[in-house]
């Protein structure tokens, strides 16, 4: 009776199986004649030359294999070539495309077909899985900064210029960089205000339980409306509010626009932030807390310099969340006047035009994926070794 091979990393497996079925039957590229009509599908074996195709199948052919045969560990020269996997496929891809339109119509486009995604989702699911466990610590991220470092030139060098998706960036660079900025603001704005908001409450409903059961029955209230929902909720009551003072309309606050978005967003924020102060609190040691009692410390200086340094990773995680859920939701802002990236993506959904809403949303995930990452960095720079 044969045996059957001993699976390693089911994640690892996921991933291969992911990377393995984008170069076949999905399509890697679209030709477009101009940027509305249907287009014409490309996949790998004519979108690539041979040695770029084989790389790929070696490429992942070697980790679907790895994921059933070997150590668990990762070694170094499995490491490499994955974090340098990224900037490979997007100079193929942009060399493609050029190629593709060398021969094209003027208005021609060439996009990204639904196999470049699936390839880029089965990269991150690769790396995520590889950098989990390989051991040292220091050493991985030099692979992976060389790597980031490549796609960022690959960017600004103009290889990707020929791609549809960036073709509409160049068009709209400055109404870009303003919704960006939007986008940004808005996030902020909203994410500060539940911070200064959250973190009191949350000590309050610590120190006081009858509290703790009203407080968080409204915030989970609150999570339970749809964002666009309560976006109509505030237009009328601040629309009436900005009609009866007008010092308020001067200072841009009404119905629509900026002023609805950073008050919903705050309440969605709200819960996360004070749901982890509670948390965190909650969970200091009543040991450590004795030991500052026995040491002469008033309640302000156990807070101080007790309980909210032993809670500030777990704070730190509520506001993780709070950030990232407001990044995805003041896309939908953009329904209001409020701005941002969901500008691009509702422009797109009026057009019919695939790459003006990838516009929107990419640098969207890419901003939830970035600012995830920023918070988990400082959130393990604030745990203490013995805690990790």
Same mark, same amino acid.
């Given at each position: 009776?044969?045996?059957?091979?001993?699976?390693?990393?089911?994640v690892?497996l996921v991933?291969s199986?992911l990377?393995l079925?984008?170069?076949?039957?999905?399509?890697f590229?679209i /030709?477009?004649?101009?940027?509305?009509?249907?287009? !014409?599908? =490309?996949?790998?074996? !004519?979108a690539?030359? #041979?040695f770029?195709?084989?790389? /790929?199948?070696?490429?992942?052919?070697?980790?679907?294999?790895?994921? /059933?045969?070997?150590?668990?560990?990762?070694?170094?020269?499995?490491?490499?070539?994955?974090?340098?996997?990224p900037?490979?496929?997007?100079?193929?891809?942009?060399e493609?495309?050029t190629?593709?339109?060398?021969?094209a !119509?003027?208005?021609?486009?060439?996009s990204? %077909?639904? %196999?470049?995604?699936?390839s880029?989702v089965a990269?991150?699911?690769?790396?995520?899985d590889?950098?989990s466990?390989?051991?040292?610590?220091?050493?991985?991220y030099?692979?992976?900064?060389t790597?980031?470092?490549?796609?960022? #030139? =690959? *960017?600004a060098?103009?290889?990707?210029?020929?791609?549809?998706?960036?073709?509409?960036?160049?068009?709209?660079?400055?109404r870009?960089?303003?919704?960006?900025?939007?986008?940004l603001?808005?996030t902020?704005?909203?994410?500060?205000?539940?911070?200064l908001?959250?973190?009191?409450?949350?000590f309050?409903? /610590?120190r006081?339980?009858?509290l703790? $059961?009203?407080?968080? *029955?409204i915030?989970?209230?609150?999570? @339970?409306?749809?964002?666009?929902a309560?976006?109509?909720l505030l237009?009328?009551?601040?629309s009436?509010?900005?009609a009866?003072?007008?010092?308020?309309?001067?200072?841009?606050?009404?119905?629509?626009? #900026?002023?609805?978005?950073?008050?919903?967003?705050?309440l969605?924020?709200?819960?996360?932030?004070?749901?982890?102060t509670?948390?965190?609190?909650?969970?200091? $040691?009543? $040991?450590?807390?004795?030991?500052?009692?026995?040491?002469?410390?008033?309640r302000?200086?156990?807070?101080?310099?007790v309980?909210l340094p032993?809670?500030f990773?777990?704070?730190?995680?509520g506001l993780?969340?709070?950030?990232?859920?407001?990044?995805?939701?003041t896309?939908?802002?953009a329904?209001?006047g409020a701005?941002?990236?969901?500008?691009?993506?509702?422009?797109?959904?009026g057009q019919?035009?695939?790459?003006l =809403?990838?516009?929107g949303?990419?640098p969207? =995930?890419?901003?939830?994926?970035?600012?995830?990452?920023?918070?988990?960095?400082?959130?393990?720079?604030? @745990?203490?070794?013995?805690? !990790?």
């Amino acid at each position: 009776m044969p045996v059957l091979p001993h699976l390693r990393s089911k994640v690892l497996l996921v991933g291969s199986l992911l990377g393995l079925s984008a170069a076949w039957p999905l399509d890697f590229l679209i /030709f477009r004649e101009n940027r509305i009509v249907e287009g !014409q599908g =490309i996949p790998l074996l !004519q979108a690539a030359p #041979w040695f770029a195709w084989l790389g /790929f199948f070696l490429f992942w052919g070697y980790f679907l294999t790895r994921s /059933f045969s070997g150590s668990e560990r990762i070694r170094a020269f499995e490491l490499v070539p994955a974090a340098l996997a990224p900037p490979c496929l997007l100079f193929f891809l942009g060399e493609a495309a050029t190629r593709i339109l060398s021969t094209a !119509q003027p208005y021609a486009r060439v996009s990204m %077909g639904p %196999g470049i995604w699936i390839s880029a989702v089965a990269l991150f699911i690769l790396l995520v899985d590889l950098y989990s466990r390989y051991g040292r610590e220091k050493a991985k991220y030099l692979p992976l900064g060389t790597s980031a470092i490549l796609v960022l #030139w =690959i *960017s600004a060098s103009g290889q990707l210029n020929d791609l549809s998706l960036l073709t509409e960036l160049i068009q709209r660079k400055a109404r870009f960089a303003a919704e960006l900025g939007n986008h940004l603001w808005i996030t902020g704005v909203s994410v500060g205000l539940s911070t200064l908001g959250g973190i009191p409450l949350g000590f309050a409903v /610590f120190r006081r339980a009858w509290l703790r $059961e009203k407080v968080f *029955s409204i915030l989970n209230i609150v999570q @339970t409306i749809p964002s666009l929902a309560l976006f109509g909720l505030l237009i009328a009551p601040l629309s009436l509010l900005a009609a009866t003072v007008p010092l308020l309309k001067e200072m841009g606050i009404q119905g629509i626009g #900026w002023t609805p978005a950073v008050i919903a967003l705050t309440l969605y924020a709200m819960l996360p932030v004070v749901r982890n102060t509670y948390a965190g609190l909650a969970g200091v $040691e009543p $040991e450590l807390v004795e030991a500052g009692k026995g040491m002469g410390m008033s309640r302000v200086q156990l807070l101080v310099f007790v309980e909210l340094p032993r809670a500030f990773p777990i704070v730190l995680g509520g506001l993780r969340i709070a950030c990232v859920q407001n990044v995805g939701n003041t896309a939908v802002a953009a329904l209001i006047g409020a701005g941002g990236l969901g500008v691009f993506i509702f422009q797109g959904l009026g057009q019919s035009a695939l790459d003006l =809403i990838m516009l929107g949303a990419v640098p969207t =995930i890419l901003l939830a994926v970035g600012v995830d990452a920023l918070f988990q960095v400082l959130i393990r720079l604030v @745990t203490p070794r013995g805690l !990790q």
